[in-house]
């Protein structure tokens, strides 16, 4: 997920874009049309299709924040003032507000 609108300046506003329904509307209109054989593979992928759409977007923001640190290379307290600095590190456009904000959804969603 990177979803920062402006290009250029610090930003306070993070986007969760979700394709999730999209996908799943697509794979229902798959499994009407599936070969027996095909069902279960399209049954399985309609369901995590499904799954998906239900989280929340503060987990979603969560699973963002633990991929950017891990990618970054931190290890250590996600609730720490050195995770704040790694994170906006490694997304310069974020904001210190954005950032301590995203800090807390990963703190209230461990990975």
């Known amino acids: 997920m990177s979803g920062f609108p402006s290009w250029g300046k610090k930003t306070d506003t993070v986007l969760v874009v979700r394709e999730a329904d999209t996908i799943a509307a697509g794979l229902r209109d798959a499994l009407a049309e599936a070969a027996p054989d095909e069902r279960p593979g ?14 929340p977007d503060a987990e979603r923001r969560a699973e ?10 931190f ?10 600095k790694a994170l906006r590190q490694a997304e310069p456009k974020l904001s210190l507000l954005a950032a301590v904000q995203l800090q807390k959804d990963a703190v209230a969603h461990p990975a």
């Open 42 to 55: 399209l049954e399985r992928a309609l369901a995590l299709a499904e799954a998906a759409a239900t989280v």
């Open 64 to 73: 963002w924040v633990h991929g950017r640190l891990a990618e970054a290379g």
């Open 75 to 84: 290890t250590g307290d996600i609730a720490s003032i050195a995770a704040l």
